[in-house]
Structures are given as structure tokens and as C-alpha cells.
């Protein structure tokens, strides 16, 4: 199967938004994916298929030279294919050349996403209490630094 990652354009939003509900208790939608497409410092990327079809998707939110990523979210029947890795490997290289830190907050049960960003050079810098709700969770803070400041 031929893949490829993509910016988000229009046409993605709809498969983005499904994917949004399948993946987390409180979604974005349409209309906030939309918006997003028109913000100078927000980036999405998709993973898709020969066919358009989106597999799995990331964002990135830069303010000078921070980033932070939010948002992945793969679909169900394509989990654990490395696509997840991928997208933020592609931010991860982005962020060597141009930014101090990635941050991303993660549930502290989602074991397969802190592995994963483990695997990419994030380490725990910090806890947020009861970040998440439905269900109420802490966020673990994960941060990759590439430049001394």
C-alpha cells in the first residue's frame, strides 16, 4: 500500500473529523479543523493512502521556537502500523532545524503513546492534574529539547 504524508487540506476534514470521534471523548469538528487550515503557526499532516483515503493525522501549534503537538490520532483499523511514528517523526525533523522544544501532553494510562514518544526522545518533564476529563485523567508532559537556549 502506497502511503504518504500530506498537509491537511479541505478535503481532509470530514475523514479527520470521524477519526477525532473514534479517538477522543471530547472531539474537534469540523468547523474548528476548518479554521485551523487559516492560522499562520498550525500544521496538520496526514498519512494517507493511494486513494486519499486519511489513515492517521498530527498537528503542531509553533509560537517562536516552541512547538507543540497535538492531536494524533490514527484510525482504528490501521493502529500500530507506524503511522502514529511517522507523523511525529516528520515534526521531529522539523523541529531539529528550526525550534528549541517539542511538547505534547499524553493520558498517563495511554501506554502505547508515551512508548512511542519515548521511543522519539520525549521524556516526562511533568505531570497536569486531572487534565483530561470523560474520564477524568492526569496528562503526562513530554517534551524533546534540541537546542540549548
Known sequence: MDRKIVPMDRSHIEQIARIE????????SERVLGEALYQDNVTFLVMEDEEGTVLGYAGLYVVMDEGYIHNVAVKTEYQRQGIAKRLVETFCRFGEEKLSFLTLEVRASNEAGIGLYS????????RRKNY???PKEDALL?????KEN
Open 132 to 134: 483530561y476529563a470523560k
Open 21 to 28: 470521534r473514534e479517538s477522543f471523548s471530547m472531539p474537534w
Open 119 to 126: 521511543s522519539l526522545g520525549f521524556v516526562e518533564e511533568g
Open 142 to 146: 513530554m517534551t524533546r529539547r534540541f
